[in-house]
């Protein structure tokens, strides 16, 4: 696989477009904000994508779904035990942006997932394929997509950063389940796994197991 990780919409998220290098099919995790941008760099890099994935959730993750799910014509793919909080965008939004910006994400203007991912599923573009760990903890529905190439890649979303982890004060989220998803499936992964996070820069699995407190 090939990635790229693009800092997005009002909390700079990573929206990542992964890609197959041989066929070029792609999907695009997190779409959280600045659509224009994206499709900038999907029409630079010729990625054609297949799917939307959501890492989780949250509103800083989902912003542009519909408009990309709409502009390519590809499924939105997420955990079901989110698809409470996406269906509630409207609400997020107008928590955190005002009710202007919340008029959107009113449901019938936005595209529902249809796709749903549990722990163990994969996700197939091209000749790539990721393997989901569910991830509870952030939020009860958040996902890793593992890439196990030469070095293995796992986009994790909000649940372990460079140096930090996921808060766990929104809705649904729960401490001793964020320690659990991080001890026994991120950190069960090789030291050199990449973690590409929905915030900040790239680490490891390694770098981040010496220095966790917890
Ligand atoms: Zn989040
Ligand atoms: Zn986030």
New binding site residues.
């Given amino acids: 696989m090939k990635y790229h990780r693009i800092p997005v919409g009002p909390f700079a998220t990573n929206c990542v477009l992964v890609e197959d290098p041989e066929t070029h099919d792609g999907i695009i995790v997190d779409p959280g904000g600045d659509g224009t941008t994206i499709v900038d760099r999907i029409d630079t890099l010729g990625i054609h994508p297949v799917q939307i994935v959501l890492t989780?959730g949250?509103m800083?993750?989902c912003l542009d779904t519909s408009n990309l799910a709409v502009q390519y014509g590809v499924p939105v793919a997420m955990h079901a035990e989110d698809l409470p909080m996406y269906q509630n965008l409207a609400k997020q939004v107008e928590a955190l942006m005002g009710p202007a910006a919340a008029a959107a994400f009113i449901p019938d203007k936005m595209v529902e997932p249809t796709v749903f991912l549990e722990g163990g599923h994969e996700v197939t573009f091209g000749k790539t394929t990721a393997k989901v760990i569910h991830l509870p903890g952030?939020?009860p529905g958040g996902i890793g997509l593992l890439f196990s190439d030469e070095i293995p890649v796992l986009v994790c979303?909000?649940t372990i950063f460079r140096d930090g982890v996921?808060r766990t004060d929104l809705w649904g989220g729960s401490w001793e389940t964020l320690l659990e998803s991080i001890n026994e499936k991120v950190f069960a992964l090789p030291d050199d796994t990449l973690l590409v996070s929905?915030h900040g820069a790239e680490t490891t699995v390694g770098r981040e197991k010496q220095h966790f407190p917890y």
């Fill in positions: 989780h949250h800083d993750h952030h939020t979303g909000d996921g929905g």
